[in-house]
């Protein structure tokens, strides 16, 4: 599938001397470029919602401390105040 990509002089110059170096295509050295990126993603470990969010956790001061306690209780205060209304 054809793609066109826009390049700078100075990276320009570094894909046709990867190029001839390596005796490709300036298309395959891009192609090489993507698989190796593509391939570094798949090996690194994925995190765990947790660990996507931790530094989020705690970062909040000033709350009540017991604000993730007895959350359904609150909610379903929450909703008969709503209904009242």
Known sequence: MP???RLDAK???L???LARQKRLTKSAVIREAVLYFAREEA???RKT???AA?????SLRGL????SERTGDRFYKMLVEQHRK
């Open 3 to 5: 793609t066109s990509v």
């Open 11 to 13: 990276t320009e110059s």
């Open 15 to 17: 894909l046709r001397r």
């Open 43 to 45: 090996a690194r470990p």
């Open 49 to 51: 919602p947790f660990e």
């Open 54 to 58: 931790a530094h989020l956790i705690g």
């Open 64 to 67: 009540p401390p017991d604000l």
